[in-house]
């Protein structure tokens, strides 16, 4: 249940509260009783009947309100952990781990690739000739674990396009830039892996390969400045 459900339903439970007591109970004994054919005002009728009822429905529609509050709260950590991304800080399933581990991976020895012939800097070219060989075994490596533990791994994506023409002249800078924002993310990814992920071996692939992530952030963020 979302929290438009929810928020709709107190609305009308509230409403029930609110609304003329006339119009849900009737009198009760202890109200006041008309004598010698006098007619006794309605308001009158309504104190007796809010000292005699209400008391009793508001607990009741609080429980209730409290009740929808939590199962809408529940199934809004089940709904923002549905793509398997995690909070922050924590460690998805193994098996988004592995997707996603295995994507970013793929995505940065592609780009690298693409690069090398683009990039200006001696020193990019070297960082990318690096992101290549050691995105490709930590891959191979992930991809051996998966396939030991009959964990599915995510289809290659079709290769892109070939660059071409030249480079515009803040390539260098724009890629680096790329860069630096994927590995601050599959540091993190790695970290709360080898912290708290399900598989024993599982944490300690992400361990072993999280200082090599971690080298190629701080070359990357060095080059920026």
Same mark, same amino acid.
């Given at each position: 249940?979302?929290?438009n459900?929810?928020n709709?339903i107190?609305?009308?439970l ?5 609304a003329?007591?006339?119009a ?11 004598? @010698?054919?006098?007619?006794v005002?309605?308001? +009158?009728y309504?104190?007796?009947?809010? /000292?005699?009822?209400s008391a009793?429905?508001?607990?009741l ?6 009740? $929808?509050?939590?199962?809408? @709260?529940h199934a809004a950590?089940?709904d923002?952990?549905?793509?398997g991304?995690?909070a922050a800080g +924590?460690?998805?399933?193994d098996i988004?781990?592995? /997707? ?5 991976g /793929?995505?940065?020895? @592609?780009?690298?690739?693409?690069a090398l012939?683009?990039l200006?800097q001696?020193?990019?070219? /070297? ?5 290549v @060989?050691d ?14 533990? +009959?964990?599915? $791994?995510?289809a290659?994506a079709?290769?892109?396009a070939p660059?071409s ?5 803040d390539?260098?800078a724009?890629?680096?830039?790329e860069?630096i ?22 944490r ?8 090599t992530i971690?080298?190629? $952030? ?5 080059l920026?400045?």
């Amino acid at each position: 249940m979302n929290r438009n459900a929810v928020n709709f339903i107190s609305l009308g439970l509230l409403a029930v509260v609110a609304a003329p007591v006339w119009a849900v109970s009737v009198p009760n004994a202890g109200g006041p009783q008309p004598q @010698n054919g006098e007619t006794v005002p309605a308001a +009158q009728y309504v104190a007796a009947d809010v /000292r005699a009822g209400s008391a009793s429905l508001v607990p009741l529609m609080a429980a209730e309100l409290m009740a $929808l509050e939590m199962e809408a @709260n529940h199934a809004a950590v089940v709904d923002s952990g549905a793509d398997g991304g995690g909070a922050a800080g +924590q460690p998805v399933d193994d098996i988004s781990f592995v /997707r996603k581990a295995t994507e970013s991976g /793929r995505k940065e020895i @592609n780009s690298a690739r693409e690069a090398l012939p683009q990039l200006k800097q001696p020193e990019l070219k /070297r960082i990318a000739e690096m992101l290549v @060989n050691d995105h490709s075994g930590a891959n191979d490596r992930l991809s051996k674990l998966a396939e030991a533990k +009959q964990w599915p $791994l995510p289809a290659p994506a079709a290769p892109g396009a070939p660059p071409s023409g030249t480079a515009s002249s803040d390539f260098d800078a724009k890629w680096t830039a790329e860069m630096i924002a994927g590995h601050e993310r599959s540091v993190a990814l790695y970290r709360a892996q080898a912290k708290g992920g399900e598989d024993k071996e599982l944490r300690k692939y992400a361990s072993d390969t999280l200082p090599t992530i971690e080298r190629h $952030l701080a070359e990357l963020r060095r080059l920026q400045k």
